[in-house]
């Protein structure tokens, strides 16, 4: 059974930089596509971004893109969500998510696994 663990998630102003982790566990690492996804109060997730299984390729949303970076670490079994110029909008609980299978995966409904989520608060 595949777990995943976030970590990271915490308090910052807007501007401000912070990185998210999500830690796998339980089946080989590398044969997981991986994403993030937020969900603020009131709202249904979205996708933030995804990564294939052997780091090569990622996708972002518009609404991150050229402020957020993806990445994984096979060796450690971790992804990344560095979060770079961060604004109010950013605040929400951010989940990973993996689904064993090539490719980049954008839509909720195709993750198989889902972390327990860290909470990401932007201050204005």
């Known amino acids: 059974q595949v777990q995943l663990v976030e970590s990271g998630g915490g308090l910052v102003q807007a501007g401000g930089s912070l990185r998210v982790s999500c830690v796998f566990s339980g089946r080989t690492f590398s044969n997981y596509a991986m994403g993030w996804f937020r969900q603020a109060p009131g709202k249904e997730r979205e996708f933030v971004a995804a990564?294939?299984?052997?780091?090569?390729?990622?996708n972002y949303a518009d609404s991150v893109k050229g402020r957020f970076t993806i990445s994984r670490d096979n060796a450690k079994n971790t992804v990344y969500l560095q979060m770079d110029s961060l604004k109010p909008e950013d605040t929400a609980v951010y989940y990973c998510?993996?689904?064993?299978?090539?490719?980049?995966?954008?839509?909720?409904?195709?993750?198989?696994?889902w972390g327990q989520g860290t909470q990401v608060t932007v201050s204005a």
């Open positions: 990564i294939t299984s052997d780091g090569s390729n990622t």
């Open positions: 998510a993996s689904k064993r299978a090539l490719g980049l995966w954008t839509r909720t409904n195709f993750y198989d696994y």
